[in-house]
Each structure stands twice: as structure tokens, then as C-alpha cells.
């Protein structure tokens, strides 16, 4: 069983969205992918999209509060610089991890990604 708070979880997806919708293309393609990995006991949930990427310097920071990759951007982009930490907050909150990492399939473009803990049914 997957245990979460449907509000909450929405949010992050939505959070992680908006920004892959931000920062891609006009006609690049953002993907929505979730995983059950029943050997790992959880349920990834993966957000890709074909924007420039994020340095990996910038990955190591992009859940901090307020943290921008290119501040210049601000004013065209919007956004307080709170949706990741809120987003990370929110996972943890349900005892599962959220990060980035580059595409996995070598084209360009972020991946961000969070699991959540799956339990086994009680009867």
C-alpha cells in the first residue's frame, strides 16, 4: 500500500511540472513517469523534460530555499525560489527522497525525480 496525502503529493507534482513546463521549449516534450520497484519497497515518481539542464554545481543546491541556477532569470521565469524546498519538505514529510540528475536517455534535459515508501497490505 502506498500511504500518502493526495494534496500534498499533487503539489509536488504539480511543482516539479510547472517548473519542467518553465524552463523547456516551446515544442519540447515533458514526461510524467511512475515506477513501482517492488525490490526496493517504493514508487518513483519522474518528471523529464528537454530543457538546458542544470549544472551539476547547481543540483547540489537546487532545494535550498530561494536558490536560483541563473538569477538574471528571475524576471522572465517568475517564482519565489520556494517550489523545490516545498516540494523536498513534502516528500520527506512522507519518508521519501526526492533529487535531479541529468536524462537518463542522453537527450537534453533534467530528470527530477522522488520516491515513496510502499508497505506491504495487513489483512
Known amino acids: 500500500k502506498l500511504w500518502i496525502m493526495p494534496c500534498k503529493i499533487a503539489r509536488v507534482i504539480s511543482n516539479l511540472l510547472h517548473n519542467a513546463i518553465r524552463y523547456s521549449p516551446v515544442s519540447g516534450t515533458i514526461e510524467l513517469i511512475v515506477e513501482e520497484n517492488k525490490q526496493k519497497h517504493h514508487v518513483q515518481f519522474i518528471v523529464r523534460d528537454e530543457g538546458e539542464g542544470i549544472a ?6 537546487i532545494f535550498e530555499r ?10 522572465q521565469s517568475g517564482g519565489s525560489g520556494l517550489g523545490l524546498a516545498i516540494a523536498q519538505s513534502l516528500i520527506e514529510m512522507h519518508k521519501g527522497e526526492i533529487g535531479v540528475r541529468d536524462r537518463s536517455d542522453a537527450k537534453q534535459g533534467s530528470e527530477f525525480w522522488f520516491t515513496l515508501p510502499v508497505t506491504s497490505a495487513k489483512k
Open 66 to 75: 530561494f536558490f536560483r541556477t541563473d538569477p538574471s532569470r528571475t524576471s
Open 56 to 61: 551539476y554545481s547547481d543540483q547540489l543546491r
